[in-house]
């Protein structure tokens, strides 16, 4: 099955949208008991998924990984830091070849220079993603950032996986020619739980390095109790974890 149809069937399935459609599918059934009921439940729950609030109360299931902290790398001693891509802009006019690293991929390769730096560890991006075999990989899009943009080498290329399992598998084949077991892992906080199994199932130590939390600690404000877009577009991430939390453990 191709990217772009597996693309259509999550958003299909996925809330938003999937409320959307059920909402609809209600109110044309409306002379129905049950299609009114349907349409008020998926109504109301799309009003819940719009509040910040509520995300983030939901987002704090996923993101189970702390922050980070300097001692545990030192005491951990990593070998390399793997950073996973999260995604390709395909419409970018003002990057030469109108591609470029999606929001999610720029976050976590933004934090993977930092820890870097810091930690002196060699890096390894991880990422095909790419619709035609001859185009640029989201590895390689991620080595080029990393280098031109925060200045920081990348000693590896992983450029074929498509999942979070592929990841996990072909790091370590890039990785055990060199003798690398104990990694430093980065992605987002809400994606980390999943990750650190795959890539513990593959064979790595693993010390995981959330980043881009959507739960994060802290006071309410006042903007958190109202409907915001972006609550909606992270409920997607978080239900799109949830499911292909699920999936992996009946497949893998």
Known sequence: MSIIAI???????????????????????????????????????LWLLSLPIVVKQWALLWERVPPLSAEAAQQFEPQALVVIGGGIETSAPEYPGQVTLHVRTLLRVRYAAKLAGELGLPILASGGGMLEPEDISEAELMAQTLNDEFKTPVAWREPSSSNTAENARFSREVLKEFGINKIVLVTQAYHMPRAALEFRKAGFDVLPAPTAFIGHAGESRLLDWLPSPTAWYNSFLLAHEMVGTLWYRLRY
């Open 7 to 45: 693309y259509i069937i999550k958003l299909l399935l996925l809330p938003p949208t999937s409320l959307v459609i059920l909402a609809l599918v209600g109110l044309l059934l409306d002379k129905r008991k049950w299609g009114k009921r349907m349409t008020i439940v998926c109504l109301t729950l």
